[in-house]
Structures are given as C-alpha cells and as structure tokens.
C-alpha cells in the first residue's frame, strides 16, 4: 500500500543550526502538507503546498521556514535558524484528488 | 467557540466495552469528515472518511455523522488493548484546509 515516507525519524540539531526534513508523498498526490505536534499537544497545521508553490500557512511557519519541491518525488521543509521551541514531531501529509489526507511516520526534532 | 471541540479524555474503558468518541463543529461548511488513530510517537493513521450524514461502518468501527447538529461519532465495538492510543477527529470544506480536534486518548485495559 502506498504511503508518505519521512526521513530521518529522529534528528537533534544544535541551537541556531539549519535543518531539512524530508518527505516522499504519495507518488499521485497533488497537495502536500506539514504539521508539527509538541509532545503531549494536537497536531498544529504549518503550510500546505500545491502546484509548486505555497497555498495556505498559519502563523507558525514564519520566515525561518521554507518548504521546496525540488524534484519530482521530494517535499522539504527547512527550518534555518532552529530555536529551542521548534522541538516537535514533524509531520509531512499528502493527498491526492480527493480529501482523504495521509500522514508519514514523523521526524522527531530535539534541538539543544 | 472553537472551531473544533473533541472531549479530551483520557477515557478508560474494558477490554470488550463499546466506545464512543465525539466531535461537535462550529462551521457548516465542513463537508467531509474523518477519524484518525495515533499511536505514541506515530503518525496519524485514517480510520474512517465519511462525507454524508448518516452512518458508515468498517468492521469494529462506525462513523456517524449528524450535520444538523454538526456533531460527529466514532464507535468502536469490542474493543481491544491495541486500540489504546489517541483519536482524532478531521474534517475539511469545499476550498478549505483540513481542521483537526485536538484529540481523545483512549485506554483499553485488558
């Protein structure tokens, strides 16, 4: 069955370091997601992509992320400049045409 | 009001018992509606996707759906000791993103 696929699963980064997590969505899907989850917290949405550029974004993905589709298979999100606050679960979703939404195993980020 | 509310538990139940989770909405333009598993450290897993009122069942699972009353079920029937984790409710409108509650965990003690 096919399914997102997230890599690494667990990454810890120094304050103030960059870091890129990666994503394979479902290969016939057409809009990609990130979410983040604090431990014990809901899953809080960050940025939604479709068509090669971002749709829709809270107010957490400020300008220390980007996301990028840089080949036909791969959704980054890049955090530049991580802060203390920014350890969580990071989740990539996708889906296809229709609303059923799928979501990878996770990143755990820990940053120190 | 928020947009929407989900009981937040954590809920106990025995082995065997029936479950019921619930979902209430505040926007009448949500028009499909799903039901997620998550595990400890896992990512959300779709159990169930239902668009219309009404009920919708997969094995030990129903959905139910009342968009009158903008109020959404999850039933579990015999429920088990793997089926201890958080669930969540989603849902999405036409031209809108997804909207998730903020989760029940559930334990099923043997």
Same mark, same amino acid.
């Given at each position: 069955?096919?399914? $997102?696929?997230?890599?690494?699963?667990?990454? $810890?980064?120094?304050?103030?370091?960059? $870091? @890129?997590?990666?994503?394979?969505? @479902?290969?016939?899907?057409?809009?990609?997601?990130?979410?983040?989850? @604090?431990?014990?917290?809901?899953?809080?949405?960050? $940025? #939604?992509?479709?068509?090669?550029? @971002?749709?829709?974004?809270?107010?957490?993905?400020?300008?220390?992320?980007?996301?990028?589709?840089?080949?036909?298979?791969?959704?980054?999100?890049?955090?530049?400049?991580?802060?203390?606050?920014?350890?969580?679960?990071?989740?990539?979703? #996708?889906?296809?045409?229709?609303?059923?939404?799928?979501?990878? #195993?996770?990143?755990?980020?820990?940053?120190? | 009001?928020?947009?929407?509310?989900? !009981?937040?538990?954590?809920?106990?139940?025995?082995?065997?018992? =029936?479950?019921?989770?619930?979902?209430?909405?505040?926007?009448?333009?949500?028009?499909?509606? *799903?039901?997620?598993? %998550?595990?400890?450290?896992?990512?959300?897993?779709?159990? *169930?996707?239902?668009?219309?009122?009404?009920?919708?069942?997969?094995?030990?699972?129903?959905?139910?759906? !009342?968009?009158?009353?903008?109020?959404?079920?999850?039933? =579990?029937? !015999?429920? %088990?000791?793997?089926?201890?984790?958080?669930?969540?409710?989603? *849902? =999405?409108?036409?031209?809108?993103?997804?909207?998730?509650?903020?989760?029940?965990?559930?334990?099923?003690?043997?």
């Amino acid at each position: 069955e096919p399914e $997102v696929t997230q890599t690494p699963s667990h990454q $810890v980064t120094q304050m103030g370091q960059e $870091v @890129i997590l990666r994503c394979v969505p @479902i290969s016939n899907h057409l809009y990609f997601y990130w979410y983040r989850q @604090i431990l014990g917290q809901k899953v809080e949405f960050l $940025v #939604s992509f479709y068509n090669n550029e @971002i749709s829709e974004k809270s107010e957490i993905f400020d300008d220390q992320f980007s996301v990028e589709r840089p080949d036909g298979s791969n959704f980054t999100l890049k955090i530049r400049s991580t802060k203390l606050e920014d350890s969580a679960m990071y989740f990539c979703a #996708s889906r296809g045409e229709g609303e059923k939404l799928f979501f990878g #195993s996770g990143t755990q980020l820990s940053v120190l | 009001q928020k947009e929407v509310e989900q !009981d937040p538990g954590p809920l106990s139940v025995p082995e065997g018992a =029936i479950v019921s989770l619930n979902c209430t909405y505040s926007n009448s333009a949500f028009q499909y509606f *799903m039901w997620y598993r %998550q595990y400890s450290r896992k990512g959300p897993e779709l159990l *169930m996707y239902t668009y219309s009122s009404g009920n919708k069942e997969d094995g030990r699972f129903t959905a139910q759906v !009342d968009k009158s009353s903008k109020y959404i079920s999850l039933f =579990i029937r !015999d429920s %088990q000791p793997s089926d201890s984790a958080t669930y969540l409710c989603a *849902m =999405i409108g036409y031209g809108q993103n997804f909207v998730f509650g903020p989760g029940t965990r559930l334990s099923v003690l043997p």
